[in-house]
């Protein structure tokens, strides 16, 4: 069952994006679109949209780098090691929860490590895979995503993304003890 | 919020690396001036053309672990190694640093002079009389301000990084813009959006059902869910464009834009490729046996922001941005 759901994704991930240009390209034509001209004109403005996000790309990036790159992330570590024993959360698993919202490759790297270090199938190996899969880099879409209609005041964007992180990482932990706990 | 984050990011980072560089200064983290003693199994030995050994430095783990008053190395270092004659009695050491160099030595290395190597003064040399072993004992080069080389070396790359994080966009951005626009003129994301008008109702009240930010805020989440992030960034980015289009206050989030924004930072993804693929990699036995658990966490993730961002809103200090707004759009009349 779960063989079979994974390979129908899959299937539906390689094959939508050619069927999404041709329903949506064919579409055009049937509805009589210059679909040519139309194209053009959409994509004009994807030079625009990149080249706006820059700054605040720029300004967020060498933020989350100065803060990875000072050790910060280990100290961070040390102080909050008490409470992630409170909830039955390994303690090496706890750089990978504090570096998924900032920084993809980061938490890539650190997911990586651990499982060199522990084994995939072992319990650290699988929740630190269950929680790269359980959040997106926040700090990274919120500085695309405003960057890109100049969107300085972001009003509770930062705490609902973060307490979207945090749930998360809470729900990681709280799944991955009951089906692989120790 | 962002503004402080932000900062607190960099004061803190450059807060720490520098106290972390005054610690190391303090306990002499990396021995400065304070000689290694080791072996050296000899390969080349220097002839008529070279004026250096070749080989390979041994250091038990005991004494590496002693003299760096660590635990990390767990076996005896093989460190290859070429002492060089300058002039009779002066010899310089050079370890270029490889796959079995030890983790300290290359940390040390990011802030060495050459970033491949380091290097160092022989302060004695003994060569057995079969010239196949030496006892040697040398000082490396200074480390100092390793931290704050880090953090120095860390934003410039950032930097460049972003650019071409963005620039890699323009791309795929134009492909997706230029087929949502095609979409768009034939009428299709009407009828995409008319299927999910009773969820989308409730999570953007604000937004009129019919209106193309819908559109897009659907393909965007849809393709997030397949993993396309390639086809998902772009209809994102056309979905916050839209929704500036009924903001108020340009500059200023608005509610939808949050919610929407939450959507995407729980992460929801029916197979997390990546993680699988980083599993698959270091030798699973079962690599897809995460995306359960993975789902049940981005749905928390998804779940919990949506709620966030609904119940943030409606604080005061939320609020205001949207209410002085509407006084003024009242007293403009």
């Not at chain 1, 679909?35 to 989350?64: H, N, Q, W």
């Not at chain 2, 306990?27 to 304070?34: A, D, K, P, Q, S």
């Amino acid at each position: 069952m779960a063989d079979f759901f994974r390979a129908l994704i899959n299937a539906i991930s390689i094959l939508a994006i050619p069927l999404l240009l041709f329903v949506f390209l064919g579409w055009g034509i049937v509805k009589k679109v210059k679909v040519y001209s139309v194209f053009v004109e959409g994509a004009k403005e994807g030079f625009d949209t990149a080249v706006r996000i820059i700054p605040y790309l720029v300004a967020m990036l060498c933020a989350i780098g100065i803060f990875r790159a000072s050790g910060a992330m280990e100290l961070l570590t040390t102080v909050l090691a008490p409470v992630t024993n409170l909830i039955g959360m390994p303690p090496e698993t706890l750089p990978m929860a504090l570096m998924r919202p900032l920084s993809g490759s980061g938490s890539l790297g650190i997911m990586t490590e651990l499982m060199k270090v522990h084994g995939p199938d072992s319990f650290i190996g699988i929740l630190a895979s269950t929680m790269y899969g359980s959040s997106e880099t926040t700090f990274y879409v919120l500085a695309v995503y405003f960057g890109s209609v100049q969107v300085k005041n972001t009003r509770h964007a930062v705490p609902a993304g973060l307490i979207a992180d945090l749930f998360g990482m809470l729900g990681a932990v709280f799944i991955c003890r009951i089906f692989f706990g120790i | 919020m962002l503004n402080y984050i932000w900062i607190a990011l960099i004061a803190i980072g450059i807060l720490v690396a520098v106290g972390n560089d005054v610690a190391d200064e303090m306990r002499n983290t990396y021995r400065n001036g304070i000689p290694v003693e080791g072996t050296i199994a000899i390969d080349k030995s220097p002839g008529p053309l070279r004026n250096s050994w070749e080989g390979d430095l041994i250091l038990t783990a005991d004494a590496f672990n002693a003299f760096y008053n660590t635990t990390a190395a767990n076996a005896d270092i093989h460190q290859p190694i070429v002492v060089t004659e300058l002039s009779p009695g002066e010899k310089s050491v050079s370890l270029p640093l490889g796959p079995s160099s030890p983790d300290r030595w290359k940390e040390m290395a990011k802030a060495a002079a050459s970033r491949d190597k380091l290097t160092g003064k022989v302060s004695s040399m003994v060569i057995s009389d079969d010239q196949q072993r030496a006892r040697i004992q040398f000082v490396l080069e200074p480390i100092h301000y390793m931290k704050s080389k880090a953090v120095t070396q860390a934003a410039l790359d950032y930097a460049t990084t972003a650019v071409t994080i963005a620039l890699g966009l323009i791309g795929i951005m134009a492909l997706w813009l230029g087929v949502m626009k095609v979409a768009d003129e034939a009428g299709l994301l009407k009828i995409v959006t008319r299927f999910l008008t009773p969820i989308t109702k409730r999570l953007f009240p604000e937004i009129p059902p019919d209106h193309p930010a819908v559109a897009a805020m659907i393909m965007n989440i849809a393709a997030n869910m397949l993993g396309l992030s390639n086809a998902a960034t772009p209809m994102g980015l056309k979905a916050m464009e839209e929704l500036n289009k009924l903001n108020p206050k340009v500059g200023t989030a608005t509610n939808a834009m949050v919610t929407f924004l939450a959507i995407n930072t729980g992460g929801l993804i029916l197979i997390p490729a990546t993680a699988i693929a980083v599993r698959a990699a270091a030798g699973s036995a079962n690599p897809g046996i995460i995306i359960g658990t993975s789902i049940f966490g981005a749905g928390c993730a998804t779940v919990a922001g949506i709620v966030a961002a609904k119940l943030l809103q409606r604080l005061p200090r939320y609020r205001k941005d949207y209410e002085q707004v509407a006084a003024k759009e009242v007293s403009n009349g």
